[in-house]
């Protein structure tokens, strides 16, 4: 089993940036991709961004995006320690939503990388508000 905790979260103001932290542990052995969903109030969970990384500890990832954060959010991390990161930059109210972390179990193809059901593990989930 993998366990995966978040932390990060919090209130802030449009504009402002916030980073949040996913570290995995247990059987992590199989896990090259880890990425961050968000659920808004009423709304269907939602993927955010990922990371896939290809080779060994040490080797980079290659990042994915949804459209909604591309040019303010950034995802890196840490294959080796099975730790994403995610850095918020000018937050909008539009992105208040508790933010999942989840890693996939095995490999996952770019173009599925943004289907939920390819994750199998799941945190429990960061609170983020933007207020206006």
């Known amino acids: 089993q993998v366990q995966l905790v978040e932390s990060g979260g919090g209130s802030v103001q449009t504009g402002d940036s916030l980073r949040l932290s996913c570290v995995a542990s247990?059987?992590?052995?199989?896990?090259?991709?880890m990425g961050w969903f968000r659920r808004a109030p009423g709304k269907d969970r939602l993927f955010v961004a990922a990371i896939r990384w290809n080779g060994g500890a040490g080797s980079g990832g290659v990042p994915y995006y949804a459209d909604s954060v591309k040019g303010r959010f950034t995802i890196s991390g840490d294959n080796a320690k099975k730790t994403v990161y995610l850095l918020m930059s000018d937050l909008k109210p539009e992105d208040t939503a508790v933010y999942y972390c989840?890693?996939?179990?095995?490999?996952?193809?770019?173009?599925?990388?943004?289907?939920?059901?390819?994750?199998?593990?799941w945190g429990q989930g960061a609170q983020v508000t933007v207020s206006s």
């Open positions: 247990g059987r992590t052995s199989d896990t090259y991709v």
């Open positions: 989840a890693a996939a179990a095995g490999l996952v193809s770019g173009h599925e990388i943004s289907r939920h059901y390819e994750y199998a593990h």
